[in-house]
C-alpha cells in the first residue's frame, strides 16, 4: 500500500509507524525513536546512498521531527538534496527544509543560490517548489537576492505559478514592506488577470494592503463591486463552484475587503448596496458554504455605512442562524448579532430567549461567544442579571486565561454600572472569592475606599448600613476554606476598620476572627501583617470608647509568636499593638480615630510649630541655619548624601572624581548646632531598622538600601545613641508615664505611620478626582464627626474638615509637584535623617506655608508657587508631629518643649528669622495629632505589599 | 491569516503539523498537546470552533473536524472566516484525501506523509488559501505522482524490488 498515491515508501518506514503507533507508553515511544534515530545517523553518512534511499531518510527525519524529537542532525542533508538535479530529490529537500529551518537558520544561505536557479527553471514543477521554499524560507536580508526573479513568474505563462509568486510577493511584503514597497502596484495589476484563480490570489494581499491604509484603495471599490457581481452571477466557469455556490472563497475575501473599503464612507458604501442584496438573496443557506458567506455579508453590513433594508436582510439571517440547530450556526448568530447591535441596538431584544439558551448550552465555546455578547449589551437595566451569570460561569470554569477576562469583565462592569454600593460590594466579594488572586490588586484598593467613603451623600445611615452588611458578609465568608490572599486583605481591613463600628459584633467576636486568619494563614505575612493592624484598630476603639479591654488568649499568643517574627515588619505591627493597649484611652482616641480612613492627611511642611524653638536657641546663642548654598568649605559632609547616592546608583565602587555640592540640595546638620541640641525627642536608633524593611522589600532595584546603610552609620555615630538618651529621660522627668512605658512602642510606631503615609499615597494619587468627591461629602456630613466617642478628637476632627475642604485642589498640585521633581525624590524618600527638612525651608517659604495653614486657601498657592516642593518634609514634620501627639496629651507646655528640642535638626527653619514672628503654634498640636491618627488610619498596606509605590512617587 | 494546520489522532499523537509562521519543535508540541488536551474535552453535537486566543495568542480563533481516529485542526486570525476554515478542512479532507487515497484512514496520513504536504502546499501558501478547486489540486498532485513514479520505474524498482524481497 505504500505506493498507493504514487509517493514510495519503504517497509521499513512503514514499520517504524506502526511501532510507534503500537507503542503503549510514552517512554516507549521515545525508546523507539532514539533507536531510529541511531539508525538515521548511521546510515545518513554513509557514502553513496542510492537518492531513492535518502529521499526516505529525510522523510523520516521529518517525521520523527514531528513527533518532538531533533532531528537536527540531518538538516544538512535536506539542504543537500534541494542541489538535486532530479525534480522529486529535489522536492523533497525543499519540504524537509521548509519544516526543519526558520528563515534565519545559518543554512539558508546554502540554499538561496539554489532558489535563484530553480526559480528560472523551464520546468514549471521546480519552479513552483522553490516558489513554496520562497514562502518559508525567505528573510528581510535575502529577499532582494530572489526579488527580480519572483517579479518575472508574475508574468509566467502557467496561471499556478502566477499565483505562487503573488503569494511569494506578499509574503515578502509581511516580511518587509519596505523592500516591496515600489512593487504593490503589481498586485492591482493581477487584479485583472484573466484567470479567475490568480485574481482570487491577489484578493489575500489586497486585504492587508486596504487593512493598513484603506484611503490609497477607494478607487478599487467600482472594481471589486463588479468583480463580486460576476462572480456572485456565475460568470465564472464551473470548476469554481463550490457546494453549488460560485467560487465562494473569492466571495468571501471581496465581502472583507468591502467592508473594509466601505466603513464610515457613505459614497464607497453605497456603490455596494445592490451587489450586497443580491447576495442576501441569492445565497444558498442550506449549505456551510454559503452561510459562510451569508455571514460575511451580515459583517460587510455592519461594517459600512448603514443601509435599513441591507440591516433588515441582515437580522433576518441572524434570527435564521439562532433559530438554527447547528452549533456553528448559533455560534455565527450570536458573533453577528454582537455586530449589528453596535447599529442597531433593538434587534437584541427579539433574540432575547435564543440567547439565553446559548447561555445554557453545553457547548463551551458558544457560551463563551455569548457572554461576550452580553458584555457588549450590557447596561445599568440589566447588569445585575449578567454580572451574576458570569460570575456563575467564572466559577465553573478552570482555565486561568479565561477567568481572568471574566473576572476583570465582571470588575468593569460593575464599576460601570453598578445599581448600588452594596450590590457592587456583594459582586466584588463574589469575584475576589473565586478569582481573587488573578484580579488586580487595584480592585481591592477601589473596594476597600468605596466601603470607606460610602454613598458619597450626606446619608450616614446608608454608609453605616453598607458598611455592617460588607462586615457581615465577610464574617461569614471567613468561614470558607482557602481564601485569596487579595480578598483576606480586603477582609482583615474592613473587619478592623468597621467591624465593630455598629456594635452588632463585640470586640471579642472581631478579634477572634481576625485571630484565626492570621493562624489559618500563617505563611501569608501580608494578610497576618494585615490582621494584626485590623487587631490594633479594634483594640484602639475599644480602648477610645473606654471600655475594657480584654485580649483574647489566641490574640495574645499570637502576638507572642509575631513579636518573634522573622519579618520585621509583623514585629513591628506586634509591638505597635502592645504599644497601642498600654495607652490611655484619650491617647488611642487621638492616634486611632475610629472611621477616619478616608480623610486627608494634613502635613506641616515647613515645621511652623517648631518656630519658637528655633527663637528660643537663637536668643541662646546658636547660630542660625546657613542654607547649604551659601555655605563652603567646613560643611564638606553635607553632600554626603549625594556622594552616597551616586555610589549606589552605580552599583560599585565609584572611580571618577566627586562633584561639587549641588545647591538647593538638602543639607546635614551644622556640626555646630547639635551642641545646642538638648533633646531629641526622635528615637534615632529606629531608622535603620525601619528604612532596611521599607526600602528593601519594595525597591530591591533601586540602590537605596546600601544607601542608607552607609549613611546611617555616620549618623549613629556623630548624633545617634547620645542624643537619644536625653530624649527619653526628658520625658521621665516631665511624669509621662505611659510614653515612658511604651517609649519603644513610640518610636515604632512613629516609624510605621511614616511608612503608611507613602502607601496611603498611592491610593491618593490614583484617585485624585474621586477625592473631590469625597471631599464634598465629608464636608456636607460633619454630623459623622459628632458621633465619635472621644470629645478630644471631636475638635481636631472638625478642624481637619475645615483644612481639607480648601485642601483638595492642594492634593492634584502636590502630585503634580511631586511629579515634577523625581530626581530629588531618591534620596528624600529613603533619608529619614534629620536634614530632610532644610528643602522646604529652603524652597517654600514657611511664612507662607504658616498663614496657609490658618488659612487653608492659601496652601494650595504656597505649594503651587513651590514647584520644588518635595515629600520628604512631610516625614519630618509628622514624625515631630507624632511625638508632640503623644506627649501633648497631658501637658500643652511640655508638647512645645518637646518639640522645641527638634527643631535643632531642621536648621532650614532656624535660618528664617520671620518664622519665629508669626509663630502660632495654636493649631499645631491640633494637626500634628489629627495627621498622625489619619496617617495611621490609611495605612491599610503592609510595605511589602506595595512595590510600586515608589514608582510612583519616583516618577 | 493561517497560522498552523494540524492533524492529530484521537490519544493525541500528531500525524501532520504544518505551521505557517516558524516555531520551535518543542512548542509545536506543546501547542498540540494543548489542543488536544480541549478537543478531546469537548463533548459531542456542539460547535467546531473553540476560543484558541489562551493557547496561541491574541486574534487567533481554531477550526476542528473529527473524521474517524483523526482531529483535523486550523488556525487562523481574524481575516479569515469560521465557516469557511470548516469547509477548507472539507475539502482537505473529502474532496482531496478522499480521492487520492479512497476511503482515506489514520494510515494514509501517516504513510504518505509527504503527499500530504504536497497536496497542503497546493491549497495553502504562505498562509493564505491559494486553491479552492479540488480539481485543480488533484491535477497538480497528480503531475508529481506520476514524476515519482516514473522515476521509482525507471532507475529504482530492480534494486528496490531486491530488498524487499530479501526481508
Keep these: 500500500m505504500g505506493s498507493q498515491g504514487g509517493f514510495y515508501q519503504s517497509k521499513e518506514f512503514l514499520d517504524l509507524v506502526k511501532s510507534i503507533g503500537e507503542a503503549r507508553s510514552k517512554a516507549e515511544e521515545d525508546r523507539i525513536v532514539l533507536n531510529e534515530i541511531e539508525t538515521l545517523k548511521r546510515r545518513i553518512s554513509e557514502p553513496d546512498i542510492p537518492k531513492r534511499k535518502m529521499k526516505e531518510y529525510i522523510i523520516r527525519l521529518v517525521y520523527i521531527e514531528m513527533l518532538g524529537h531533533d532531528a537536527s542532525f540531518g538538516y544538512i542533508h535536506a539542504v543537500k538534496m534541494t542541489h538535486d538535479d532530479s525534480l522529486l530529490v529535489k522536492r523533497t529537500g525543499y519540504l524537509a527544509v521548509t519544516l526543519f529551518l526558520n528563515e534565519d537558520h545559518d543554512l539558508i544561505i546554502l540554499i538561496v543560490n539554489t532558489i535563484q536557479k530553480d526559480l528560472k527553471s523551464d520546468n514549471y514543477l521546480v519552479v513552483c517548489a522553490a516558489l513554496n521554499a520562497v514562502c518559508k524560507l525567505i528573510n528581510e536580508e535575502t529577499i532582494p537576492a530572489v526579488l527580480p526573479q519572483a517579479m518575472e513568474l508574475l508574468a509566467h505563462p502557467k496561471e499556478a505559478v502566477r499565483k505562487k509568486a503573488i503569494m511569494a510577493l506578499h509574503r515578502f511584503y509581511q516580511k518587509s514592506p519596505s523592500s516591496v514597497s515600489h512593487l504593490v502596484s503589481n498586485f492591482r495589476k493581477r487584479l485583472c488577470d484573466n484567470d479567475p484563480g490568480v485574481m482570487g490570489a491577489t484578493l489575500c494581499p489586497l486585504f492587508e494592503l486596504i487593512a493598513r491604509d484603506v484611503n490609497s484603495y477607494k478607487d478599487l471599490v467600482i472594481s471589486f463591486v463588479s468583480i463580486l457581481k460576476q462572480v456572485a452571477e456565475r460568470r465564472l466557469s464551473k470548476a469554481y463552484d463550490y457546494h453549488q455556490m460560485p467560487a465562494p472563497f473569492i466571495q468571501i475575501k471581496l465581502l472583507k475587503i468591502l467592508a473594509l473599503l466601505g466603513s464610515g464612507d457613505k459614497q464607497a458604501s453605497e456603490n455596494m448596496y445592490t451587489v450586497v442584496g443580491d447576495i442576501f438573496r441569492k445565497c444558498d443557506s442550506s449549505s456551510n458554504i454559503g452561510n459562510a458567506v451569508l455571514y460575511e455579508c451580515i459583517c460587510c453590513v455592519s461594517s459600512i455605512y448603514p443601509n435599513p433594508k441591507l440591516l433588515e436582510s441582515a437580522a433576518d439571517v441572524i434570527s435564521r442562524f439562532l433559530k438554527s440547530d447547528s452549533h456553528n450556526l448559533k455560534y455565527m448568530g450570536i458573533d453577528a448579532l454582537g455586530r449589528l447591535i453596535k447599529i442597531s441596538p433593538e434587534i437584541a431584544e427579539q433574540h432575547q430567549l435564543a440567547v439565553i439558551d446559548c447561555l445554557e448550552d453545553p457547548d463551551d465555546t458558544l457560551k463563551r461567544k455569548t457572554f461576550e455578547l452580553l458584555y457588549k449589551m450590557t447596561k445599568s437595566t440589566n447588569v445585575e442579571v449578567i454580572v451574576d451569570r458570569m460570575i456563575d460561569y467564572m466559577i465553573s470554569i478552570n482555565d486561568n486565561h479565561y477567568k481572568t477576562e471574566i473576572a476583570s469583565r465582571c470588575v468593569e462592569l460593575a464599576e460601570q454600572f453598578a445599581p448600588s454600593n452594596q450590590w457592587f460590594i456583594q459582586t466584588m466579594n463574589r469575584v475576589f472569592e473565586h478569582a481573587g488572586d488573578l484580579v488586580n490588586i487595584k480592585v481591592a484598593h477601589n473596594l476597600m475606599r468605596l466601603i470607606a467613603e460610602g454613598f458619597g451623600e450626606d446619608d450616614d445611615n446608608a454608609d453605616t448600613k453598607l458598611r455592617s452588611s460588607a462586615v457581615e458578609s465577610y464574617l461569614r465568608i471567613l468561614g470558607e476554606p482557602k481564601l485569596p490572599s487579595v480578598f483576606l486583605q480586603v477582609i482583615c481591613w474592613v473587619l478592623g476598620e468597621y467591624g465593630t463600628a455598629d456594635g452588632m459584633f463585640s470586640a471579642s467576636d472581631i478579634t477572634g476572627k481576625l485571630c484565626d486568619v492570621a493562624e489559618a494563614y500563617s505563611n501569608d505575612e501580608t494578610v497576618k501583617a494585615y490582621a494584626t493592624t485590623a487587631l490594633m484598630k479594634i483594640y484602639a476603639f475599644e480602648i477610645a470608647a473606654r471600655r475594657k479591654v480584654d485580649m483574647l488568649p489566641e490574640c495574645q499568643s499570637l502576638m507572642e509568636e509575631l513579636l518573634a517574627s522573622h519579618s520585621t515588619d509583623l514585629q513591628q505591627r506586634a509591638y505597635e499593638l502592645q504599644a497601642v493597649i498600654g495607652l490611655d484611652a484619650h491617647a488611642v482616641a487621638c492616634i486611632m480615630p475610629s472611621d477616619a480612613s478616608c480623610e486627608d492627611i494634613e502635613v506641616d511642611r515647613d515645621l511652623s510649630f517648631l518656630n519658637d524653638y528655633i527663637q528660643e536657641a537663637i536668643e541662646k546663642g546658636a547660630q542660625p541655619y546657613i542654607p547649604e548654598s551659601e555655605r563652603s568649605g567646613m560643611l564638606n559632609i553635607s553632600n554626603f548624601r549625594n556622594q552616597d547616592h551616586h555610589e549606589a546608583s552605580s552599583h560599585g565602587l565609584r572611580f571618577e572624581a566627586y562633584e561639587l555640592p549641588k545647591p538647593a540640595v538638602q543639607s546635614r546638620i551644622p556640626q555646630t548646632l547639635i551642641a545646642s541640641t538638648e533633646i531629641v525627642p526622635v528615637p534615632e536608633p529606629m531608622y535603620p531598622r525601619e528604612s532596611y524593611q521599607t526600602t528593601m522589600p519594595s525597591i530591591p532595584s533601586d540602590a537605596g538600601s546600601a544607601e542608607l546603610k552607609l549613611r546611617l552609620e555616620g549618623v549613629q555615630k556623630k548624633w545617634g545613641r547620645s542624643t537619644y538618651t536625653p530624649a527619653t529621660s526628658t520625658s521621665n522627668s516631665t511624669s509621662q508615664k505611659t510614653v515612658n512605658g511604651t517609649s519603644q512602642g513610640d518610636g515604632a510606631s512613629t516609624v510605621s505611620s511614616m511608612r503608611e503615609t507613602y502607601d496611603s499615597r498611592k491610593p491618593q494619587v490614583e484617585v485624585s478626582h474621586e477625592k473631590q468627591k469625597l471631599a464634598a461629602s465629608l464636608f456636607g456630613g460633619s454630623s459623622k464627626t459628632e458621633k465619635s466617642p472621644a470629645t478630644g478628637h471631636k475638635a481636631a476632627k472638625a478642624s481637619s474638615h475645615v483644612v481639607e475642604k480648601s485642601h483638595v485642589p492642594k492634593s492634584s498640585l502636590e502630585v503634580a509637584s511631586e511629579k515634577a521633581t523625581p530626581a530629588q525624590q531618591p534620596p528624600d524618600l529613603l533619608d529619614l535623617g534629620e536634614p530632610t527638612a532644610t528643602s522646604t525651608a529652603l524652597q517654600l517659604d514657611p511664612f507662607k506655608q504658616l498663614e496657609g495653614l490658618l488659612d487653608a486657601t492659601e496652601v494650595a498657592s504656597a505649594v503651587n508657587g513651590a514647584p520644588a516642593a518635595s515629600r520628604s518634609p512631610d516625614i519630618m514634620a509628622l514624625y515631630a508631629d507624632t511625638a508632640a501627639g503623644i506627649h501633648n496629651k497631658n501637658d500643652a507646655d511640655l508638647l512645645s518643649g518637646l518639640s522645641n528640642p527638634s527643631v535643632t535638626n531642621m536648621p532650614g527653619t532656624t535660618a528664617m528669622p520671620q518664622v519665629t514672628q508669626s509663630s502660632s503654634k495654636g493649631p499645631n498640636p491640633k494637626d500634628s495629632l489629627e495627621k498622625d491618627a489619619l496617617v495611621r488610619q490609611m495605612g491599610v498596606n503592609p510595605s511589602s505589599q506595595n512595590p510600586n509605590l515608589f514608582k510612583d512617587l519616583l516618577g | ?167
Excluded at chain 2, 43 to 53: D, K, L, R, T
Design chain 2, 1 to 167: 491569516m493561517i497560522k498552523a494546520v494540524m492533524v492529530m489522532n484521537t490519544q493525541g499523537k500528531p500525524r501532520l503539523a504544518k505551521f505557517f509562521d516558524f516555531l520551535p519543535v518543542e512548542k509545536q508540541q506543546e501547542l498540540m498537546r494543548r489542543v488536544f488536551g480541549v478537543l478531546c474535552s469537548r463533548p459531542e453535537n456542539v460547535s467546531n470552533f473553540i476560543e484558541a486566543e489562551s493557547i496561541f495568542g491574541p486574534d487567533s480563533r481554531l477550526v476542528y473536524n473529527h473524521f474517524a481516529t483523526l482531529y483535523f485542526v486550523v488556525v487562523f486570525d481574524s481575516s479569515e472566516n469560521e465557516l469557511a476554515m470548516l469547509d477548507l478542512i472539507q475539502l482537505l479532507v473529502q474532496q482531496t484525501l478522499e480521492r487520492c487515497f479512497k476511503n482515506v484512514c489514520e494510515l494514509d496520513i501517516v504513510f504518505n506523509y509527504s503527499k500530504i504536504h504536497t497536496i497542503l502546499d497546493e491549497i495553502i501558501l504562505g498562509g493564505q488559501v491559494l486553491e479552492t478547486r479540488s480539481t485543480e489540486i488533484m491535477r497538480a498532485v497528480e503531475e508529481i505522482s506520476k514524476l515519482e513514479a516514473a522515476t521509482n520505474a525507471i532507475s529504482f524498482i530492480p534494486k528496490s524490488a531486491s530488498s524487499w524481497l530479501s526481508r
